[in-house]
């Protein structure tokens, strides 16, 4: 990822964040939102968002199961500050819910739009997909090597 692409996809989060706090959502640290088959739900991801989690989250165990974050340990994130924008901006509270889909789409909207602008095509795909397929010849887990992600380019519109 480029310097300025990361600039860029860091500039959505910083966006997002300031638009999830400006809403007040409320938190009750029950770690539903990283159990994503108990509670009916996928995270999805972006290619951007892959690579930024992938060189700064702790190690873990392969393969990644697509029902729950393997980052999630004892209810507690360990990968906050690279978390991706579905973790930013998903809180349980029923009271959110619209305004959390308007953040979301905008946010989106937006790394697509990054995406566009720099020619890197799109691929967003539920989190497992990016961990599993990400360095598979990786060494032990309880290296800190991290390489990026390659890019997947878009599908060309009929």
Request: a negative charge.
């Amino acid at each position: 990822m480029t310097p300025e692409v990361r600039a860029e996809v860091l500039a959505v989060y910083a966006a997002a964040d300031a638009a999830v706090a400006a809403a007040g959502p409320r938190c009750d640290a029950s770690g539903r939102c990283c159990r994503f088959t108990e509670y009916g739900h996928t995270l999805f991801i972006s290619h951007f968002e892959a690579e930024l989690l992938l060189e700064a989250a702790p190690p873990f165990a392969r393969p990644a199961s697509r029902d729950g974050c393997p980052f999630q340990v004892d209810r507690l994130c360990t990968a906050r500050e690279s978390r991706p924008l579905g973790c930013r901006v998903y809180f349980c509270d029923p009271s959110y819910e619209a305004r959390m889909a308007e953040i979301t789409e905008d946010a989106v909207a937006r790394l697509k739009a990054v995406a566009d602008a720099h020619g890197t095509g799109w691929h967003y795909a539920p989190l497992h997909h990016f961990l599993n397929a990400a360095r598979p010849d990786d060494p032990p887990p309880d290296s800190m090597t991290r390489h990026p992600l390659p890019v997947v380019p878009s599908e060309p519109e009929a």
